[in-house]
Nanobody, 115 residues
Framework: VQLVESGGALVQPGGSLRLSCAAS????????MRWYRQAPGKERELVAH????????NYVDSVKGRFAISRDNAKNTVYLQMNNLKPADTGVYYC?????????WGQGTQVVVSS
């Protein structure tokens, strides 16, 4: 089982990034997917959620209207489009998959928002 994130980078405030998470080794379309982030010195927090079929999404209040989670079950990939980035969005972004009591984590990708 693997979840491999990519797309993290250093970006200026107001910029955009698109994170990707490529899944393998399990039935991706049966799992709901989430993006979490962890800022330096802070606990990991849930950023966005998408149901297994993609029809239901939820976001933490601080990113509503700026971030969009999506998935392509044919490509076993989940995405996080991040617009109008702020310094408070800085952190390591983790991909997470869950079905019932079975879950998997990715290794994370670093996002730094700074001028």
């Amino acid at each position: 089982v693997q979840l491999v994130e990519s797309g993290g980078a250093l970006v200026q405030p107001g910029g955009s990034l698109r994170l990707s998470c490529a899944a393998s080794g399990f039935t991706f379309s049966s799992y709901y997917m989430r993006w979490y982030r962890q800022a330096p010195g802070k606990e990991r927090e849930l950023v966005a959620h998408i149901s297994s079929g993609g029809g239901n999404t939820n976001y933490v209040d601080s990113v509503k209207g700026r971030f969009a989670i999506s998935r392509d079950n044919a490509k076993n990939t989940v995405y996080l489009q991040m617009n109008n980035l702020k310094p408070a969005d800085t952190g390591v972004y983790y991909c997470y998959a869950r079905r019932g009591s079975v879950d998997f984590w990715g290794q994370g990708t670093q996002v730094v928002v700074s001028s």
